[in-house]
């Protein structure tokens, strides 16, 4: 008898390299207060002043750092592990059977993958010249998935184009589920579902069992020459 135990780990990420190059938050409050400047000077033919910004808009020098990176916020360094145990017996029936269990987490939180799987075969020599066998191989997956980069209104969508001075979480570090972005009556801004909270509450979860499609994988008899 042969035993053999296959066993590895590992995480996977999202390279920074090809990821969008998103708008901080000070570079976000210039792009709407120059808006608001065109409605102003459009609307009522003067400059605009301070007080036409919104109250988050209004002091510059206060919005340090990125912001909230919705398209980053989504990703996560997701797990990855593959194990399997095997087992083999020759005698006069040769006997192979196998257990594996797979797990990858997606790197799209909320998302991943768990399998299961068996294989049992069986080939037996029946005299000099007789062979028979057959391999029964049952599968198991259980899988969390969202549907991803189908408009600009899915979550990888939205978070490309999301104000990074909103927060996603509130006082209690809670979910917010919809973001509304500071307006003005010169400028409307874009309000949106949370991106994270729309992954969070609309991931699928799917089981798949694959032991009916189970079957020999060959059986019968084979004259040795």
Do not use: C
């Not at 006997?95 to 799987?117: A, E, H, M, P």
């Not at 307006?183 to 409307?188: A, E």
């Amino acid at each position: 008898m042969q035993v053999n135990v296959s066993s590895m780990r590992g995480v996977q990420q999202v390279p920074q390299r090809g990821r969008p190059n998103l708008m901080n938050q000070q570079e976000f409050v210039d792009l709407q207060r120059n808006k608001i400047n065109i409605a102003v000077l459009r609307a009522e033919n003067r400059a605009a002043t301070t007080s036409d910004y919104p109250l988050e808009y209004q002091d510059i020098s206060k919005l340090v750092g990125d912001g909230t990176d919705w398209y980053d916020l989504l990703l996560q360094t997701a797990p990855i592990q593959d194990h399997t145990i095997s087992i083999q017996k020759n005698t006069d029936s040769k006997i192979n059977f196998s257990l594996g269990y797979f797990k990858q987490d997606g790197v799209l939180k909320y998302t991943g993958l768990d399998r299961y799987s068996a294989n049992l075969g069986i080939e037996s020599t029946i005299g000099r010249h007789i062979t028979v066998g057959a391999s029964i191989q049952p599968t198991f997956i259980t899988q969390n998935r969202t549907n991803t980069n189908a408009n600009r209104e899915d979550v990888i969508g939205v978070a490309n184009w999301a104000n990074p001075v909103m927060k996603p979480y509130d006082a209690n570090g809670n979910l917010i589920p919809y973001i509304v972005s500071p307006q003005s009556k010169y400028h409307s801004a874009w309000s949106f579902a949370n991106p994270l909270f729309v992954l969070r509450e609309t991931t699928q979860r799917s089981n798949s069992n694959f032991k009916t499609l189970a079957r020999p994988i060959w059986s019968g008899i084979f004259y040795q020459t």
